[in-house]
């Protein structure tokens, strides 16, 4: 199994953690991409430390970054599989920060970009405890047909998804929002009107208040 690691950000107030947020990059990227958005997050969240830990394999589709697993074949079947396959080693990468930070499983917050958001939904809803949100931006919910039967725990969950994504196709996310709803989980979407593949001012701070309205903090 994989043994992850990546850049980090303590808290911002010092002191020992309080919180952990862990950021999942897309594919071709590393952990370097979503770490930027630890600082902007630190100043509501001054106790929480981050980490954006690079995905396991280098990515098959580009000469550079990494990929949490192949989408050469994107079959949603082959997809689950790859995800699966990866699944592991991100579940142990948490109980290992959690426990080197000395905090509950209910500290933890998700939040996934594209690839990373497949992972963060998958892993975030088959956690032992809940984490305290899961934050998915651009991606999709990979083996819905499973989620019944294998969900653990029903986070807050945000979904963000520009309407103008030639990626991921807007379309996943609200088939994401349909299928968790009907597990139960409570989700809150955004549709960025023109936004394509990426992350917009708007949805960054969505995720900052999310954040905050989870560990229960006055957004500053």
């Given amino acids: 199994m994989a043994t992850l690691d990546g850049p980090r950000l303590g808290p911002r107030a010092g002191g020992a953690a309080q919180q952990l947020v862990v950021l999942l990059h897309g594919l071709g990227a590393d952990g370097q991409d979503l770490i930027s958005l630890a600082p902007e997050w630190a100043e509501s969240l001054p106790h929480a430390a981050?980490?954006?830990p690079d995905a396991p394999t280098p990515c098959d589709m580009a000469p550079w970054g990494?990929?949490?697993f192949s989408l050469q074949d994107r079959n949603p079947a082959r997809m689950e599989v790859g995800l699966?396959?990866?699944a592991p080693a991100l579940q142990s990468f948490l109980?290992?920060?959690l426990a080197r930070l000395g905090l509950p499983g209910s500290a933890l917050a998700l939040a996934g970009f594209s690839q990373g958001c497949m992972m963060a939904l998958f892993c975030g809803?088959?956690?032992a405890t809940a984490p305290a949100a899961i934050l998915g931006y651009s991606g999709a919910l990979l083996a819905p047909a499973s989620l019944a039967a294998e969900i653990t725990c029903r986070p807050p969950v945000l979904l963000v998804h520009g309407d103008a994504d030639d990626v991921?196709?807007?379309a996943a996310t609200r088939s994401a929002a349909t299928a968790l709803l009907a597990a139960g989980v409570p989700v809150e979407t955004l549709y960025r009107p023109g936004l394509a593949h990426g992350i917009d001012a708007a949805g960054i701070a969505a995720g900052k208040a999310a954040l905050c309205s989870a560990f229960g903090v006055t957004p500053e």
Avoid: T
């Fill in 50 to 52: 981050f980490i954006a």
């Fill in 95 to 97: 109980d290992a920060e």
């Fill in 168 to 170: 991921v196709p807007v």
């Fill in 84 to 86: 699966r396959a990866a």
């Fill in 125 to 127: 809803l088959r956690r």
């Fill in 66 to 68: 990494r990929q949490w």
